[in-house]
């Protein structure tokens, strides 16, 4: 499957942006869907994952209550809402797809597909 996520950008502090991914290539719900981030000279963190019908979703304490993770399986994306940013939100933001065979995961290494990411940079 074939990723691509759009929406990042600059924002000041306490701002919001939506962060969208679309996915081609193979059947959309037959994969979980994953945003993991990444700041400079930092690890690629996990930061939300929905199920492949929408049912389940995970976040990363760091985010939860700012962030939203949807999904539209007619038409092959999934998307993050971010609110209230901070300045520390800022990081080159990946989706990614992990088959729906085993549960939704954090882990990095569950997830089989990666979009080139986009930037999101948050000023104070």
């Known amino acids: 499957v074939q990723l691509q996520a759009s929406g990042g950008g600059l924002v000041q502090a306490g701002g919001s942006l939506r962060l969208a991914c679309a996915a081609s290539?193979?059947?959309?719900?037959?994969?979980?869907m994953g945003w993991f981030r990444q700041a400079p000279g930092k690890e690629r963190n996990f930061v939300s994952g929905?199920?492949?019908?929408?049912?389940?979703?995970l976040y990363a304490d760091s985010v939860k209550g700012r962030f939203t993770i949807s999904r539209d399986n007619a038409k092959n994306t999934v998307y993050l809402q971010m609110s209230s940013l901070k300045p520390e939100d800022t990081a080159v933001y990946y989706c990614?797809?992990?088959?729906?065979?085993?549960?939704?995961?954090?882990?990095?290494?569950?997830?089989?597909?990666w979009g080139p990411g986009t930037l999101v940079t948050v000023s104070s």
């Open positions: 290539g193979r059947t959309f719900s037959n994969y979980h």
């Open positions: 929905i199920s492949w019908a929408g049912g389940n979703t």
């Open positions: 990614a797809a992990a088959t729906a065979r085993w549960g939704l995961s954090e882990e990095r290494s569950q997830y089989n597909y």
